[in-house]
């Protein structure tokens, strides 16, 4: 059954203020466009507003929206996290034709001894590990800064084990936001590579099994 744009509107206006992920869908059912949101009320019911000024692609894709769910979640990253797994099961056409022209960016995980997270445009094949695609840049750069300081991991451009011990600690030692790994005698690769593996837990969307392995840890402290 068709919905009216002001039936559309009407249910995106009963949407709650709260982080979530929506699905529009054509009128064969099909899922046309994935889209994530830090207030689903707010941005959903946007494209259903007359005169929102958007562009002509977007238009289009309204045009074609012939209804639409919501996934409510805790958090905008797991939004983002959510939007990431939908888009990838689902290939809306509108996701593919709406992105940027710098696409959506991936998380580069090197494979050596300290390994270190980056941003990248694509994958390569050259033996890292790559996270992604994420929906945005801003956003995913933001969520990389929080696991890090989260999980007091080196943001610095220094590279160990080469540079151990060779400079004082930068500010985020001091600030608490990294565990200075270029002390000498400062903590071991082997508690690296747990941070960095709880890292990639997060960045696979696995957040609730890494909730219960810290949990445990701290029960254990």
Request: charged share 25%; with cysteine.
């Given at each position: 059954g068709t919905m009216t744009k002001a039936q559309l509107l009407e249910k995106a206006n009963s949407l709650p203020l709260a982080p979530g992920v929506y699905l529009m869908h054509g009128?064969?059912?099909?899922?046309i466009y994935v889209g994530k949101a830090k207030k689903l009320k707010n941005?959903?019911?946007?494209?259903?507003?007359?005169?929102?000024?958007?562009d002509f692609k977007t238009q289009t894709m309204v045009s074609q929206v012939d209804d639409f769910e919501t996934i409510i979640v805790r958090s905008e990253f797991e939004a983002l996290v959510l939007e990431n797994a939908l888009i990838k099961q689902y290939m809306p056409?509108?996701?593919?034709?709406?992105?940027?022209?710098?696409?959506?960016?991936?998380?580069?995980?090197?494979?050596?001894?300290?390994p270190r997270?980056?941003?990248v445009s694509r994958p390569a094949a050259d033996g890292a590990k790559y996270f992604g695609p994420y929906g945005g840049r801003y956003e995913t750069r933001s969520a990389l800064d929080a696991i890090a300081a989260a999980l007091k991991l080196p943001t610095c451009s220094r590279r160990f084990?080469?540079?151990?011990?060779?400079?004082?600690?930068?500010?985020?030692?001091?600030?608490?936001?990294?565990?200075?790994?270029?002390r000498s005698g400062g903590p071991a690769a082997e508690e690296y590579r747990a941070a960095i593996a709880q890292a990639e837990l997060v960045l696979s969307g696995r957040t609730k099994e890494l909730t219960e392995s810290l949990t445990a840890q701290m029960e254990a402290a």
């Amino acid at each position: 059954g068709t919905m009216t744009k002001a039936q559309l509107l009407e249910k995106a206006n009963s949407l709650p203020l709260a982080p979530g992920v929506y699905l529009m869908h054509g009128e064969d059912g099909t899922v046309i466009y994935v889209g994530k949101a830090k207030k689903l009320k707010n941005r959903v019911s946007q494209y259903f507003q007359e005169n929102r000024g958007h562009d002509f692609k977007t238009q289009t894709m309204v045009s074609q929206v012939d209804d639409f769910e919501t996934i409510i979640v805790r958090s905008e990253f797991e939004a983002l996290v959510l939007e990431n797994a939908l888009i990838k099961q689902y290939m809306p056409r509108y996701n593919i034709l709406l992105k940027d022209d710098k696409g959506y960016p991936f998380v580069r995980l090197t494979r050596e001894t300290y390994p270190r997270f980056s941003m990248v445009s694509r994958p390569a094949a050259d033996g890292a590990k790559y996270f992604g695609p994420y929906g945005g840049r801003y956003e995913t750069r933001s969520a990389l800064d929080a696991i890090a300081a989260a999980l007091k991991l080196p943001t610095c451009s220094r590279r160990f084990p080469r540079d151990i011990g060779k400079e004082r600690p930068c500010l985020n030692y001091h600030m608490g936001s990294c565990a200075g790994w270029c002390r000498s005698g400062g903590p071991a690769a082997e508690e690296y590579r747990a941070a960095i593996a709880q890292a990639e837990l997060v960045l696979s969307g696995r957040t609730k099994e890494l909730t219960e392995s810290l949990t445990a840890q701290m029960e254990a402290a």
